[in-house]
C-alpha cells in the first residue's frame, strides 16, 4: 500500500513538473512573440519617422526651390516709372556693364573701358560746332558692333572724332545680345521694355507711327530744346527692340 502511494505521489510531481515546464515554455514563446511583435512595431514606427523625415526633407528642397524662384523674381531688374524731364541733359544717358554714360562725357571714356570707336570714326574730322553722323560705332573686344553714338564737336576747332563728346546712344536687339542685355537707358528701360511701362514714364508721345503687319508702332518724345529727343521702336507683342536718344546742345 505504501509502495502504491510512492508511485502515485511521484507520477503527481511529475505530472505537475511537466505542466509548470509547458506554462513557462508558452509564456517564454508568447514573451518571445511579443518582443518580436514589439520589434516590428518599431520598425514600423522607425519607418513612419523616416518617412516623415523624407517629407520634411522634400518640403525644405521645394521650399529652398521656392525661395530660388523668389530670388530670381527680386533679382529681374523693375522700371522706375519716375515721369521724365525731356529738357534735364541729365535725362540723356546710358548704362552698358554697369558704368554709366551720359551726354557730353568723351568719347574716350568708352575706350577707356574696354570698348573701340570704329576707325573711320576716330579718325574722321568734325567741324566746329557740329557732329558727325556715320561715325559712332562702337566695338566690342571682338570688333563687333554693340552700339552707336554720335561724336559731337562744341569746340571753335575741328576736331578727330576720336576727340568728340556723346551726342546720342542707339541700340537694337541684335546688338543688345552681344552684351548679354546688360545695357539700359533712364529708368532701367532696356530691350523688351513694354510700351505701357514706355507710356508711364514719357506719357503720350509728340509723334507715332503706327503699328504694321510685320512691326510695332514707332514712339518719338521730343524736348523743347533743339536736338532733344528720345525714339522707341516697338515688335508685333508691343516689346521695345530698338531706341535712340540724341542730344547734342547738352552744355546749353
Do not use: H
Not at 184 to 211: H, L, V
Amino acid at each position: 500500500m505504501k509502495k502504491t502511494l510512492t508511485v502515485l505521489t511521484l507520477m503527481a510531481i511529475l505530472i505537475a513538473g511537466l505542466f509548470l515546464m509547458t506554462g513557462c515554455g508558452d509564456e517564454e514563446k508568447s514573451s518571445s512573440s511579443k518582443n518580436k511583435n514589439k520589434k516590428d512595431d518599431t520598425s514600423y514606427v522607425d519607418d513612419k519617422d523616416n518617412k516623415d523625415d523624407n517629407k520634411d526633407e522634400d518640403k525644405d528642397s521645394k521650399s529652398s526651390k521656392d525661395d530660388k524662384k523668389d530670388d530670381t523674381k527680386k533679382q529681374s531688374k523693375s522700371i522706375d516709372k519716375t515721369p521724365i524731364d525731356l529738357e534735364n541733359s541729365d535725362s540723356y544717358y546710358f548704362v552698358v556693364k554697369g558704368v554709366k554714360y551720359k551726354a557730353g562725357d568723351k568719347i574716350s571714356k568708352l575706350t577707356d573701358n574696354g570698348f573701340k570707336q570704329s576707325k573711320t570714326g576716330a579718325e574722321k574730322e568734325i567741324p566746329a560746332n557740329g557732329y558727325l553722323i556715320g561715325g559712332g560705332a562702337i566695338l566690342n573686344s571682338d570688333g563687333k558692333t554693340v552700339f552707336d553714338v554720335t561724336p559731337v564737336n562744341v569746340t571753335k576747332e575741328k576736331i578727330k572724332g576720336a576727340e568728340g563728346q556723346i551726342g546720342s546712344f542707339s541700340i537694337d536687339s541684335y546688338e543688345a545680345e552681344k552684351l548679354s542685355g546688360d545695357v539700359e537707358i533712364y529708368g532701367g528701360i532696356t530691350i523688351g521694355t513694354s510700351i505701357e511701362d514706355i507710356e508711364a514714364i514719357f506719357g503720350e508721345p509728340t509723334t507715332k507711327t503706327d503699328a504694321t503687319e510685320y512691326a510695332g508702332p514707332t514712339y518719338t518724345y521730343s524736348a523743347k530744346a533743339s536736338y532733344r529727343s528720345f525714339t522707341f521702336r516697338f515688335d508685333k507683342e508691343g516689346k521695345l527692340n530698338s531706341f535712340r536718344w540724341q542730344n547734342y546742345t547738352f552744355n546749353d
